[in-house]
Structure formats: C-alpha cells, structure tokens
C-alpha cells in the first residue's frame, strides 16, 4: 500500500497561487490525481497523471491554470495552481492509482487533504 501526505495548502487572495505537493511512500506509485472537496459538496477531479507523466487530464473548472506534474526520483506529485478565486477554496486530496483515470473508484490510495483557502 502506498502511504500519500499532502503540503502546501494555506490561505490565498484572489489572483494568487499555490503549489501543492503530495510526497508518496512504500511501494511505488502509477497513475496520480488530484481531487478536491469544498464544505458541503462531492468530491470532484481536479487532475490526474499517467506514470511517466507524459497524459494529463484537467477538469474544465480549472483547465489553463493548473498544472499537474511529478517527479518519481522524488516519488512526488505537484499541483502549480494559478489565478486562484474563491471559487477554489477546497480541501485538496491527492490519490493514487493503478491506471491513468479520472474517476475516484479508480484510484485506491488517498491522501489526508491539505486546505485551501481564497479571499476575495
């Protein structure tokens, strides 16, 4: 089982940004994603990664802002995110995988989450 921990999350004006990172241990991590969850709502995709890095997937949400990336010397996975809004404001989860998908009954390995704020 691999073991995942979130970082970076924090409090953010509008227009800002955050990097994300989620450090993986015991055996090795596949495919890799993002999900987030604002207070209230489901759980939704936010990005996801193929093993070599080479595929990609965004949610239209935040397509053209974020990006995904990892560095598997690192056993890490990054989440830049750009021009933030309030709208953002989640508890960020990453997941692993073992194959490149956006639906959470594909990944089985989830992180604690990490916040993210965005004050208007």
């Known amino acids: 089982q691999v073991q995942l921990v979130e970082s970076g999350g924090g409090l953010v004006q509008a227009g800002g940004s955050l990097r994300l990172s989620c450090a993986a241990s015991?055996?090795?991590?596949?495919?890799m994603g993002w999900f987030r969850q604002a207070q209230g709502k489901d759980r939704e995709f936010v990005a996801a990664?193929?093993?070599?890095?080479?595929?990609?997937i965004y949610a239209d949400s935040v397509k053209g802002r974020f990006t995904i990336s990892r560095d598997n010397i690192k056993n890490t996975v990054y989440l830049e995110m750009n021009s933030l809004n309030p709208e953002d404001t989640a508890a960020y989860y990453c997941?692993?995988?073992?194959?490149?998908?956006?639906?959470?009954?594909?990944?089985?390995?989830w992180g604690q989450g990490t916040q993210v704020t965005v004050s208007s």
């Open positions: 990664i193929s093993w070599g890095g080479g595929r990609t």
């Open positions: 997941a692993e995988g073992g194959s490149f998908s956006s639906r959470p009954a594909d990944f089985r390995s």
């Open positions: 015991g055996r090795s991590s596949y495919a």
